[in-house]
């Protein structure tokens, strides 16, 4: 059967399914396994003879978004937080892990324009960092401890005005997906610019590894978790801007509640790399190296798994369950 002709064989039925995915009219788990049946085979069928159609895209989108329903709700799922972080989130990832390479992408940009702007403008780290700072800072690293600002303030005090000023700047990122995506990658690059131009400003300084020692042992969560936030605000923006075969509320209304997942999924970094900048990171001068070494792989390693490893593994288990990959 030639492709227009499958389309339009099953083209109503396949409207009648996302409408009872998206529709008011919400089905029980039974239903929607019983309409997973007749989804997983039309998707077997086309990946068998139109492998690299967008109809393909489409019926495994839709078979990705039905397992989550069903097994979101399943009765042997005792605890919803540990499916959400376990299952859920790891798949809504792999979904879009396009856009997580995205922010990446753009990170490593925005990172390199403020160093080679560092580079080539004395005055622009006060630019950016303001005078009152850089000064303190020039300070503290006359005074031999680089990264001494951290020591300022009690360690629940630090640590409790940090992690809520993180927890605002990551969803404020994500918000600002709204804009089409263009909102959040305003927010990435003004972050991105002055971490690329304040590390330049130590390693002109001499002391480049003494300030990574000490902002990187709460950094490596917190500025990782910063990247996979932008992420979920490019979601949302391309929910906006590209609908697909869905009304561009409906695909709105998917792509704000995905990237608002994630987001909730990053807050339990923000929170550890919170304490750690209000408990640890203000003793990193006095730390043995290996010590300062071994917080930071240990950190930049965890979070990386669960973001871009992870996924892959929870996607390789569901093919092997014989569920259509995502």
Do not use: C
């Amino acid at each position: 059967m030639r492709e227009v002709a499958f389309i339009k064989q099953n083209k109503e039925k396949w409207l009648e399914f996302e409408q009872a995915i998206f529709g008011k009219a919400k089905k029980n788990p039974d239903e929607l396994a019983s309409l997973y049946i007749h989804l997983v085979n039309d998707l077997s069928y086309a990946q068998t003879y139109y492998p690299k159609s967008k109809t393909v895209v489409y019926l495994n989108h839709l078979a990705s978004i039905t397992y989550q329903k069903i097994y979101k709700t399943k009765r042997e799922e005792t605890n919803r937080l540990v499916h959400f972080f376990k299952t859920e989130v790891p798949l809504i990832v792999y979904q879009n892990r396009r856009y997580v390479l995205y922010a990446f992408l753009m990170f490593f940009i925005f990172l390199g324009i403020g160093v080679i702007s560092a580079m080539n403008d004395d005055s622009f780290v006060r630019l950016i960092m303001g005078d009152d700072y850089v000064n303190m800072t020039l300070e503290n690293i006359e005074k031999g401890n680089a990264v001494a600002v951290y020591k300022s303030g009690s360690n629940w005090g630090s640590a409790f005005g940090i992690t809520l000023n993180n927890l605002k700047v990551g969803l404020f990122s994500f918000i600002m997906g709204v804009f089409g995506g263009f909102g959040t990658a305003y927010v990435l690059f003004q972050n991105s610019l002055m971490l690329g131009a304040f590390q330049y400003f130590f390693y002109e300084r001499g002391v480049f590894w003494e300030s990574v020692r000490g902002i990187w042992i709460h950094g490596s969560m917190e500025i990782f978790g910063m990247v996979i936030e932008a992420a979920a605000g490019l979601i949302f923006g391309a929910g906006i801007l590209f609908p697909r075969t869905y009304s561009r509320l409906t695909s709105m209304k998917m792509g704000f509640k995905n990237g608002l997942k994630i987001v909730l999924s990053t807050m339990p970094f923000t929170f550890a790399a919170g304490m750690l900048e209000g408990f640890v990171t203000r003793y990193a001068p006095d730390m043995p190296r290996i010590l300062n070494v071994f917080i930071i792989l240990f950190t930049l390693s965890l979070i990386s798994f669960y973001y871009l490893v992870y996924p892959f593994i929870v996607n390789r288990k569901i093919k092997n369950q014989h569920v259509p990959a995502i």
